[in-house]
T-cell receptor, first 114, second 114 residues
Framework: NAGVTQTPKFRVLKTGQSMTLLCAQD?????MYWYRQDPGMGLRLIHY???????AKGEVPDGYNVSRLKKQNFLLGLESAAPSQTSVYFC?????????????FGDGTRLSIL | AQKVTQAQTEISVVEKEDVTLDCVYE???????LFWYKQPPSGELVFLIR??????QNEISGRYSWNFQKSTSSFNFTITASQVVDSAVYFC???????????FGQGTTLQVKP
């Protein structure tokens, strides 16, 4: 019962470093999403993908890039990390983009930028 | 613009008390879905319920119940006879009709004391 798997679970970076967060799902879902969770702000959508090879911007895309080269994987990249990107990052997937589909979430990646 | 408001930031109750978590939403869509997710202290997001805009029947699942009132744009969540294990952050979310993107409320932290 893997579902949605995020790696790594924790990471500390220095300002200016780069890194990639990996999200993998084994449910053959078309849609995938990256959110960030900050205290008092709920979850906000960074980028999303409606299928292999596609990506689109969400509410807070600046400073992040994404790629969906394979249907099961959705990568989130930080090219030059900034302290404002300290957050908990959640990946989610859903079978389709119709609004009745619940999104299945990974366990999150806690990222600290020093 | 679409928006979800959870006005209660934190609620503290004593075990066995009933507690209601409020959720108010704004949307221009005529068809939409509302969700509740639970985030226990371990950090993962757990899907609780989905409700579509055409179904205003209340729903009950064990100690959980949901009251959807389209006239007041509210989708409130009640826990009956609360237990310590109910302690968590609860998020209400609205799904965007074309993409399935979730717009989250700020979350309500529920603490159930023994």
């Amino acid at each position: 019962n893997a579902g949605v798997t995020q790696t790594p679970k924790f990471r500390v970076l220095k300002t200016g470093q780069s890194m990639t967060l990996l999200c993998a799902q084994d449910m053959n879902h078309e849609y995938m999403y990256w959110y960030r969770q900050d205290p008092g702000m709920g979850l906000r959508l960074i980028h999303y993908s409606v299928g292999e090879g596609t990506t689109a911007k969400g509410e807070v895309p600046d400073g992040y890039n994404v790629s969906r080269l394979k249907k099961q994987n959705f990568l989130l990249g930080l090219e030059s990390a900034a302290p404002s990107q300290t957050s908990v990052y959640f990946c989610a997937s859903s079978y389709s983009g119709t609004s009745n589909q619940p999104q299945h979430f990974g366990d999150g990646t806690r990222l600290s930028i020093l | 613009a679409q928006k979800v408001t959870q006005a209660q930031t934190e609620i503290s109750v004593v075990e066995k008390e009933d507690v209601t978590l409020d959720c108010v939403y704004e949307t221009r869509d005529t068809t939409y879905y509302l969700f509740w997710y639970k985030q226990p202290p371990s950090g993962e997001l757990v899907f609780l319920i989905r409700r579509n805009s055409f179904d205003e029947q209340n729903e009950i699942s064990g100690r959980y119940s949901w009251n959807f009132q389209k006239s007041t744009s509210s989708f409130n969540f009640t826990i009956t006879a609360s237990q310590v294990v109910d302690s968590a952050v609860y998020f209400c979310a609205l799904s965007e009709s074309n993409t399935g993107k979730l717009i989250f409320g700020q979350g309500t932290t529920l603490q159930v004391k023994p």
